[in-house]
């Protein structure tokens, strides 16, 4: 019998900053699985606009939860938990190191600390607000959460309808804002005991990467998976479809963006996604924060031998 809790270590960080190398590298070096923890490639079909792992990168180190939903089945925090945490317990079982990867927040979070309870969607409700969104903007949305819930309405950005809408959903069924079911919560359900680390970079040198991958996206078919994706029926305005770079793409195959205009949006709005992720991040005090460029492998890999 395995005493105490199962080990993790999160490697997390920004787009483009180089957690899926380092955790390969990590997961050959002490004989470990990667565990996805990025909310876009869990859905199969989007592989070049998502930066999904190859088959032949994967074939090295088993990856999990890669490639389990389609883009119109629903996928969530919630989802994610209940998928991740037997598939921990089956590497624990075997003996295999196991190692977080991914840039979405909220799902790591979730993973670590436990769910907070909500209501089921209000469907009526949600309608009002959606329509609402689509007669007055969303950021007159945003400016309504700010006046009942100013501290949700800091952390959610202003363009994005989805966390808006919830959290004013949130305080319509319970009553209480969203940022006071956390503070009661705490995200202190603890089933594991985690190294978590994120990777940093100077800002010159991400945004220069973030540039690069995103032309490497588009050369690499881009445009013809979102095509394909659209051609196979999966509308354009379901939660997929809209996420940085394949919404770009529609609009440059709707025609109304010429190729640069579309390039310069994607890497653009790519950019500002990779600063909300690290002011993310950075809320969370027991990150480790490495800066991989700077020589620092090394000292990576005795943390997370010493840990484990």
């Known amino acids: 019998m395995i005493d105490g809790k199962p080990k993790l270590v999160v490697i997390a960080g920004p787009t483009a900053s180089g957690k899926s190398s380092l955790a390969t590298e990590m997961a050959v070096c002490f004989g470990g699985e990667i565990v996805n923890a990025d909310s876009m490639q869990v859905y ?19 990856h999990h939860l890669f490639d389990v939903v389609d883009p119109d089945e629903d996928f969530n925090a919630a989802i994610f938990r209940s998928l991740a945490i037997p598939i921990i317990k089956d590497l624990r079982e075997r003996n295999k190191k196991c190692f977080i990867v991914g840039g979405t927040g909220l799902y790591i979070k979730s993973l670590l ?21 689509e007669k007055k903007g969303t950021a007159a949305l945003h400016k309504r959460l700010a006046e009942l819930d100013p501290e949700s309405a800091c952390k959610i950005h202003p363009n ?14 319970t009553k209480k804002t969203l940022s006071s079911l956390t503070l009661d919560h705490g995200f202190q359900n603890m089933a594991f005991e985690a190294l978590k680390i994120s990777l940093q970079t100077s800002r010159e040198r991400l945004y220069h990467r973030i540039n690069e991958r995103c032309l490497i ?6 445009v013809k998976e979102t095509k394909d994706l659209l051609d196979n029926g999966y509308p354009s ?30 890497q653009r709005d790519t950019r500002r996604y990779a600063k909300r992720q690290l002011t993310w991040f950075r809320m969370d005090p027991g990150i480790r924060w490495f800066d991989v460029e700077n020589g620092k492998r090394d000292e990576i890999i005795h943390e997370v031998e010493k840990f484990l």
């Open 237 to 266: 305005n379901i939660k997929p479809m809209k996420a940085i770079g394949y919404r770009h793409v529609i609009q440059l195959l709707k025609g109304n963006w010429d190729l640069n205009e579309t390039v310069n949006q994607f």
């Open 217 to 222: 996206m588009m050369r690499r078919g881009l």
């Open 44 to 62: 199969r079909g989007m592989d070049v606009g998502t930066a999904k792992p190859s088959i032949i990168e994967r074939r090295g180190v088993p």
């Open 113 to 133: 600390g436990g769910l907070i309870y909500c209501p089921p969607s209000d469907s009526v409700y949600r309608g009002k607000l959606q329509k609402q969104a």
């Open 160 to 173: 994005d309808k989805v966390r808006i809408i919830r959290a004013l959903e949130i305080i319509h069924l």
